[in-house]
């Protein structure tokens, strides 16, 4: 593999054409490792490549007024709660209600070193999926926290309620993921063309027919812990995509919150720590269980 030029790769195992990668990539449309990338660059193993969108894609992000739920914030990075049913960067026909346009709306000091539609994005948290990210404003900043995901140095917990009764206290989901050939917008455990994932399971408290538990990732898939969950056949509660047990009873997506956070700040050196409670919703659906 080393020696694939990134748009042979990608037109090897996508649905674009090489010339329309290499466009694709000329208009900072795939990053590599969170970062831009050349056509010349060669694929390595453990590479996370990403295509932010295809070439119909509006360039110029409109900011927009939007209440953000700033947890820290110094000249260099800010922390966020982000609140279920927010995307957080523009995509897929969605261009004006992203977490991006209101970052934009906030400040103009974000760091630009990825594509324009993901200014100050290091990681990113799925859509219905609530709690704490990341942002950069400077590039400096941004590089290090990369560095420091790839490392595995920023370490990150989830609170999910999941369909069933997990009888095990403890567990450890050790199964690649890879993107479902049978449906490009889902991934899936499979041995083909799969990325190494472990997710580490702890119990909190199990109801009649549900599961709190507590989730430390050491690896960051796309998806991951939803389809980790729904691989051993306990889906996180109301999960949209992988959820096909859940209820639906309420209007609140999947019940998965990014509840603490904890990294050294990348310039000052120092142990940040951040940690917040479970959106008002899930507290109330899990009290309810409790009755």
Known sequence: MNDIRLDKFLSENTDYSRSLIAKMIDNELILVNNMLAKVSYKVKENDEIEILGDLNVEQNIEPVKMNLDIIFEDEHLMV?????GLVVHPGSGNYDNTLVNGLLYYTKNLSDINSNIRPGIVHRLDKDTSGL????KTNKAHELL???FKNKTIKREYIALIDGVFKHNKAIIDAPIGRDPKNRQRMTVINENSKDAITNLTVLKRFKEHTLIN???ETGRTHQIRVHLNYIGYPVHNDPLYGVNSKNTTDFAQFLHSYKLEFI????NEPLQFEIPLPEIMEETIA????
């Not at 990210?133 to 950069?136: E, F, Q, S, W, Y």
């Not at 309810?288 to 009755?291: Q, T």
Request: hydrophobic share 50%; proline share 9%.
């Open 80 to 84: 966020i709660n982000k609140p279920s």
């Open 265 to 268: 700040h990348p310039i000052t």
């Open 288 to 291: 309810k269980l409790e009755l």
């Open 215 to 217: 989730l430390l990732l």
């Open 146 to 148: 990369a560095e420091g």
């Open 133 to 136: 990210m990341i942002v950069a």
